[in-house]
């Protein structure tokens, strides 16, 4: 049953819904002021990432459902669960404009990174992993922005119009014509 390709429900599923989950229960964290501990979930949910191709690919398992599935997960815990944790550290002690302005920002970000994936999607062909990728992946551009959160965070840069500067950047080069390669 878990190494059944067919199953909606085979183990590199199941470790993808495990990334969804610590995407989402991050949220909850961030929402709540604990970041600490959505960083934490973060880098769960990137092992799991990790994890879901190589069991994949191993036991043959990669199918439509699992490649969809998959962005998804990436959507949620490489895209929007980053975005928040940013957002929400920079804008805490903004105005009601300036969190209009950096929600903007953070707004353009999310919909690059989905875009990203869709055009991902409509590449991809199952099974097959490219040598490199077009754009910078949306894992690699969860880091980035994590790395800007320690930059804010240790107030190495503790102005957010300059952090939301650099998320531009980031949100651009999800679909941009650079190329990284695969590991």
């Given at each position: 049953?878990?190494?059944?390709?067919?199953?909606?429900?085979?183990?590199?599923?199941?470790?993808?819904?495990?990334?969804?989950?610590?995407?989402?229960?991050?949220?909850?964290?961030?929402?709540?002021?604990?970041?600490?501990?959505?960083?934490?979930?973060?880098w769960?949910?990137?092992?799991?990432?990790?994890?879901?191709?190589?069991?994949?690919?191993?036991?043959n398992?990669?199918?439509?459902?699992?490649?969809?599935?998959?962005?998804?997960?990436?959507?949620?815990?490489?895209?929007?669960?980053p975005?928040?944790?940013?957002?929400?550290?920079?804008?805490?002690?903004?105005?009601?404009?300036?969190?209009?302005?950096?929600?903007?920002?953070?707004?353009?970000?999310?919909?690059?990174?989905?875009?990203?994936?869709?055009?991902?999607?409509?590449?991809?062909?199952?099974?097959?992993?490219?040598?490199?990728?077009?754009?910078?992946?949306?894992?690699?551009?969860?880091?980035?922005?994590?790395?800007?959160?320690?930059?804010?965070?240790?107030?190495?840069?503790?102005?957010?119009?300059?952090?939301a500067?650099?998320?531009a950047?980031?949100?651009?080069?999800?679909?941009?014509?650079?190329?990284?390669?695969?590991?």
């Amino acid at each position: 049953m878990l190494l059944n390709k067919n199953n909606r429900f085979n183990l590199a599923n199941l470790i993808t819904f495990g990334n969804i989950s610590c995407g989402i229960i991050a949220i909850h964290f961030i929402v709540h002021g604990e970041f600490f501990i959505a960083i934490i979930l973060a880098w769960i949910a990137g092992a799991l990432d990790i994890a879901d191709g190589k069991v994949a690919r191993k036991y043959n398992l990669s199918t439509e459902f699992g490649i969809q599935v998959d962005s998804y997960a990436d959507f949620i815990s490489f895209v929007v669960m980053p975005s928040f944790l940013l957002y929400y550290a920079i804008s805490a002690n903004s105005s009601n404009i300036e969190q209009f302005i950096l929600g903007i920002v953070f707004i353009a970000y999310i919909i690059s990174g989905l875009r990203r994936l869709i055009e991902f999607n409509l590449k991809v062909e199952v099974g097959e992993a490219e040598k490199y990728f077009t754009g910078v992946p949306t894992p690699l551009g969860a880091i980035l922005l994590w790395v800007l959160y320690l930059i804010f965070a240790y107030s190495v840069i503790s102005n957010p119009y300059i952090i939301a500067l650099f998320v531009a950047v980031i949100a651009w080069s999800l679909n941009s014509k650079i190329k990284i390669r695969h590991p």
